[in-house]
Structure formats: C-alpha cells, structure tokens
C-alpha cells in the first residue's frame, strides 16, 4: 500500500489531497488565522493519525474476530515541550462498546490491536525520513 500527502499552501487557500493506492481524498483544514500555512500544526495530526489508525483497527479486527464494535473512543496526547524538539510522553486511552462480548474478549482485541498498529509500530520503531529535493 502506498499512502502520499500533499499541501498546496498559499495566502488563505489551504488545498490538502491525501491518496492510499490511488484513492484519493481531499481535506478541508482551513489557512492559519493570518493567511499562510495550516491552522492545524503537525503534532495535532500526529495524535490524529495515531487515533484514526487506532479506531480503524478495532473495526477491522474486531470484524476479524466476528465481533461486534458499536463504538469506539479514542484520545490520544502528547508534548512537545519546544521548538525543534520530537514529542515525548505520547499515550492513548482506549473505550470500546461491544455489549455482546465480555470485557476480557474486549481487552484482548484492544491489546491485539495495540500490537499490530501501523501508525503506533512507526512510531515505535523509527522511521526514516528522507528529504528529496
């Protein structure tokens, strides 16, 4: 699966397309208040995108599992304490209704899904990113 992002960024126009296999989809975020750049920063996509691939995965697992998820909640936080500096104490916390499965059933698919996170298994192991120019 391939994913990419793009921003085309300029005075109050803020065009973001983000594609997975070519699937694509727009983003509606709209310019910082003075015109230029994202009004949402990139830790708070961090944290969105560890929450998103979370929820996802509970579905999809669950589905595996034959079980059956009405909702999920998940919150996830992090700091950045300072300019320059890659964020620290990044944690979530998990709610998931399945009435029909016990709460072990319930914990197993959430420690499952903890471990084979995409998003979260990135983050763990490192990444590189390389700059192209």
Same mark, same amino acid.
């Given at each position: 699966?391939?994913?990419? !992002? @793009? $921003?085309?960024?300029?005075?109050?126009? %803020?065009?973001? /397309?983000?594609?997975?296999?070519? %699937?694509?989809?727009?983003?509606? +975020?709209?310019?910082?208040?003075?015109?230029?750049?994202?009004?949402?920063?990139?830790?708070?996509?961090?944290?969105? &995108?560890? &929450? @998103?691939?979370?929820? %996802? #995965? +509970?579905?999809?697992?669950?589905?595996?599992?034959?079980? /059956?998820?009405?909702?999920? #909640? /998940?919150?996830?936080?992090? /700091?950045?304490?300072?300019?320059?500096? *890659? !964020?620290?104490? $990044?944690?979530?916390?998990? %709610? =998931?209704? &399945?009435?029909?499965?016990? *709460?072990?059933? $319930?914990?197993?698919? =959430?420690?499952? =899904?903890?471990? $084979? &996170?995409?998003?979260?298994?990135?983050?763990?192991?490192? !990444? !590189? =990113?390389?700059?192209?120019?």
């Amino acid at each position: 699966m391939t994913l990419s !992002a @793009t $921003i085309h960024n300029r005075r109050d126009a %803020n065009d973001i /397309v983000v594609q997975t296999d070519g %699937n694509t989809k727009t983003l509606n +975020i709209p310019s910082k208040v003075g015109g230029l750049g994202s009004s949402i920063n990139g830790g708070e996509l961090l944290v969105l &995108a560890l &929450a @998103t691939c979370f929820c %996802n #995965d +509970i579905y999809r697992e669950g589905a595996r599992k034959n079980m /059956v998820i009405q909702s999920v #909640d /998940v919150t996830v936080s992090g /700091v950045f304490t300072r300019e320059h500096e *890659p !964020a620290t104490d $990044i944690t979530y916390h998990v %709610n =998931v209704q &399945a009435p029909a499965h016990s *709460p072990q059933e $319930i914990s197993d698919l =959430v420690r499952f =899904v903890d471990s $084979i &996170a995409e998003i979260h298994n990135t983050l763990r192991r490192g !990444a !590189a =990113v390389t700059l192209t120019l």
